[in-house]
């Protein structure tokens, strides 16, 4: 019997993860039973649907609509039947219905905001990024295995911090890494093109710098870097990472490390990509990897090894699904 869900939010994210959890649905241990956002009315949600290119839902089902339910279709005649609401946070008529709650919608990120989410059968809240005042950040991949130890409303990190931390402890573990630095060339939303606050470079401050030392101990503060530049351009990002190393080793032995460590059998298994050659960022849009990185590009100097990777930051969905479907497995 799988887990009901109930998703708060159909942006951007919460179209990213329909489409990958209806791609899953046969084997996923939750089923996403209701959607609902204050803003966008059903027409114009399906409409969102029908014109979506970059996660074409409506190329690989058939989409029906019966009152306020949606059902979609796969090509092998699997249906899914979603409640779609347009409500504010406080009257949503299903709260109290899914076991967890995916917020979504990018607005909830206080502890205060959730809780009103957490009362009937739901014991978890779900939020879809940052979050400074909740119970637990639980990164699939990281800490995702330990118990939750009554936390109910957790965050899943963000796109960023999810590229960066299994990767981060993995390197640690192998080789004891002193300080590191990320660079981030990350995209926008394809809608915000054509606006002048965005036809330009903007520094900005990245969730990452504060979080990831709060996740990895081993992480100094005062020696952790986020260079974070948001491009006019819509594509698949960029992230660069640096590691200063305790235990250097040939890149060749260092390769085949990160090799084992992203196969069937790694502890990143499935959760990173590890290409022969650079093949530019757009061949990884809608990838399930974490980011992708080049061999080709790969350099250890001196103590410090240097890793390039692009990573498709509105698909994090990858993780946030994991992390719900790991939860939903008795596991919480």
Request: proline share 5%; charged share 25%; hydrophobic share 35%.
């Amino acid at each position: 019997m799988s887990t009901l869900t109930g998703m708060n939010g159909f942006g951007r994210f919460g179209l990213h993860l329909l489409k990958y959890w209806l791609d899953r649905s046969e084997h996923a241990n939750f089923k996403i039973a209701w959607i609902n956002d204050d803003k966008l009315t059903l027409e114009q949600a399906l409409k969102i649907i029908e014109d979506e290119i970059y996660v074409p839902i409506n190329k690989y089902y058939k989409i029906s609509v019966r009152e306020n339910e949606i059902t979609f279709t796969s090509a092998d005649g699997v249906k899914n039947s979603i409640i779609y609401t347009t409500a504010p946070r406080h009257e949503i008529p299903w709260i109290g219905e899914p076991e967890i709650f995916l917020e979504c919608s990018g607005k909830n990120t206080l502890r205060k905001d959730c809780q009103p989410f957490l009362t009937g059968n739901t014991r978890l809240v779900n939020v879809s990024a940052t979050s400074w005042d909740c119970d637990k950040t639980v990164i699939y991949g990281f800490n995702h295995v330990e118990p939750l130890d009554g936390a109910k409303v957790i965050s899943y990190g963000s796109c960023t911090v999810n590229a960066f931390t299994p990767l981060a402890q993995f390197v640690h573990d192998k080789w004891g890494v002193l300080d590191a630095d990320v660079n981030v060339i990350h995209n926008i939303q394809h809608y915000k093109l054509g606006d002048p606050k965005y036809d330009t470079l903007l520094r900005k401050f990245c969730t990452l710098e504060k979080q990831g030392p709060m996740l990895l101990p081993f992480l100094n503060p005062e020696r952790f870097l986020v260079n974070y530049t948001v491009v006019p351009y819509a594509g698949v990002s960029v992230i660069d990472f640096r590691f200063r190393i305790e235990r250097p080793q040939s890149i060749d032995a260092i390769l085949h490390e990160l090799e084992h460590g992203f196969g069937d059998e790694g502890p990143l298994a499935h959760m990173y990509g590890l290409d022969e050659t650079d093949r530019g960022p757009e061949v990884h849009k809608c990838t399930p990897y974490s980011s992708v990185f080049s061999r080709d590009q790969a350099r250890i100097l001196g103590d410090n090894l240097y890793l390039r990777g692009y990573f498709d930051n509105e698909n994090s969905v990858n993780r946030y699904y994991d992390l719900t479907n790991y939860l939903s497995a008795d596991n919480a």
